[in-house]
């Protein structure tokens, strides 16, 4: 490492224009990323036009500030609404909105911050010391890899969203079958479009997303008050308080999920919603507190955000060391420093040094930013719950319906938004699970196309995926977490309880 260049990035990021560009596009990405459909990318190909006359590196710090700060703005709905800003925050729903209901949205709020935070800086790190080896690391990662990791997250859906097991796993399969509708990866044939042409590309996520979480819970509480006649008064939440201390309780589970986070970020074609749903059911499958999981546990809000925010400053390090991006949103960055005459990949490292700690360093300061200014704006964002409903219930109607038409531009999304959100009531008042029907469709289409892909690679050969040891450990460990709490529960009777 030459450390007079990483002295000159540091200096360069701290000019008052670069500081001024971390702190406007962090606040920018926590603002885009709180708006349901709006996503980081979107937010960043929104501020391209504007970069062309800032030059190469205040361009750049201005992008990857809002990247950073998207990141966390996802959570902020998530908590209050139960409406993920982003597909990185469904898995922040299943513990924060229970919390948030129990009026402790500020500790939820003050925990997502610093898990964001401290997640988002720990992967600036790894990415400062560490890039060129784990890039090297993610290349040798194949079809079988992806599967095993794609298969370990899916082990989460029965235990997410309702106390029914059955009916978690029928919501997860309903996911993985909606997944399947469109063109068929690898043969090419229709599979469940009916003729449609508007099914041919498959289902977004993103308004289904939307209306099971979002639409269908404003109908839920909608029913309860008019039941109740109380459909016009606010809910009078209090906020519970959050001090700093109150991280290092689970400590642990935050530098674990960063881990896993920026591992899984690393991979191409990963992101964050992979990440966060992993790291959930990891802090769940290790916490001692499991059967309290989806019922607003400081964990559940720990680990996704921990893991999410990581995995944004993991999916950098193949973007700028290989020239490959390891999300969508990095594609997008990708594009914007090729307008900006550059080309990512191993030769940048040598020919744009500066750069390169200039975006470490501008991400760094994002995610610090975050943690001092998020805390101090937790009261703000918490005090929207003690809106009126009638005026909480509309505005989070029409988030949801910008948000949905904003993903393609096309009114077929928000019929696609209305559909599920009919669905998402009635999922939830006959106890079925919405979280375990999104976790089947994000995970369902990739664990297919990767499944097949490896298949075929190797003629058919299903041993494939447990004679290669990242694979085989990976599968174990979905084993393990599938059947742990039934081993756990057996051995934990004595012997002859276990004989009777």
Known sequence: MDFNLLFDGLLTTLSPFNLLLVFIGMLMGVVFGSLPGISSSMAIVLMLPFTYYMGIIPSIILLVSIYAGSAYGGSITAILFN??????????????????????????????????AFGGIFAVLVMLFLSPPLSEVALKIQSAEYFALTFLGITVISAVGTKNVVKA??????????AMIGIDPIAGSERFTFGHIELMNGIEFIPIMIGAFALGEVLNQVVERSEAQNFTTS??????????KDLMVHKWVALKSAVI??????????GGSIASIVSYGEAMRSSKNKDKFGQGVEEGV???????????????????????PGSPTTAVILAALTLQGLQPGPQLMSEQPLLLYCIFFAMLFAGLITFVGGRAGVRGFGLL??????????????LSIIGSYAVSNNMFEVWIMLLFGVVGYFMKKY????????????????????????????????????????????????VVSLFYPVLSKYLTLGPKKRDS
């Open 169 to 178: 796993i029928i919501s997860g399969l309903i996911g993985i079958t909606i």
């Open 261 to 270: 986070g920026t591992l899984i970020g690393i991979l191409p074609g990963t």
């Open 302 to 324: 720990i680990a996704p955000e921990a893991a999410n925010n990581a995995a944004a400053g993991g999916a950098m390090i193949p973007t700028l060391v290989l020239g490959i």
């Open 431 to 478: 106890e079925f699970s919405p979280a375990s029907l999104i976790l089947g469709l994000v995970l369902g289409k990739m664990m297919e196309e990767t499944f097949r892909r490896q298949l075929l690679i190797t003629d058919g050969d299903y041993s494939s995926f447990v004679t290669q040891p990242i694979s085989a450990i990976i599968l174990l460990l979905a």
């Open 385 to 398: 719950l003690n809106l009126p409903y009638s005026i909480l219930g509309t505005f989070i109607i029409g």
């Open 235 to 244: 809910e009078k939440i209090k906020l519970a308080g959050y001090k700093l």
């Open 83 to 116: 409406t993920p800003g982003t597909p990185e925050s469904v898995a922040t729903t299943f513990d924060g909105y229970p919390m948030a209901k129990q009026g402790k949205a500020g500790r939820a709020l003050g925990l997502a911050i610093s898990a964001s």
